[in-house]
């Protein structure tokens, strides 16, 4: 069996005992100092960046939304009068996950209709 001799138990319990005082007292200051002072800031920033984010890019799409139904218009008139121009074939199944509000329902109120031989 083959494992790594720097993660056995006797190794590790040399490696915290021998660790310098100093160096642990300074970690732990750090870590505190992160958690306790900078944290809420990093939180508070994430906030309001997504606060500043919402508001802005509902004014930026309610901004961009004349320029997408002009483009979207102008796509839906390009072939408009132009009948020597072959177009292209709709994709099969596009009509798969519209609504079904517009289609007229044939079912009969069974999920399978049993054809009898």
Do not use: C, W
């Not at 069996?1 to 642990?24: C, D, E, G, W, Y």
């Amino acid at each position: 069996m083959r494992f790594n001799p720097s993660f056995s138990t006797a190794n590790l319990k040399n490696r915290l005992i021998t660790i310098n005082p100093i160096v642990a007292f300074a970690s732990l200051v750090i870590i505190m100092f992160l958690s306790i002072f900078l944290l809420p800031f990093i939180l508070l920033f994430a906030v309001l960046s997504f606060i500043t984010m919402q508001i802005l890019g509902r004014r930026f799409t309610a901004r961009m939304q004349p320029f997408a139904a002009r483009a979207q218009q102008q796509y839906q008139d390009i072939y408009q009068g132009r009948s020597d121009i072959q177009r292209e074939q709709r994709a099969p199944f596009t009509d798969m996950f519209s609504s079904q509000a517009n289609k007229p329902s044939h079912h009969s109120g069974r999920t399978f209709e049993h054809q009898a031989d």
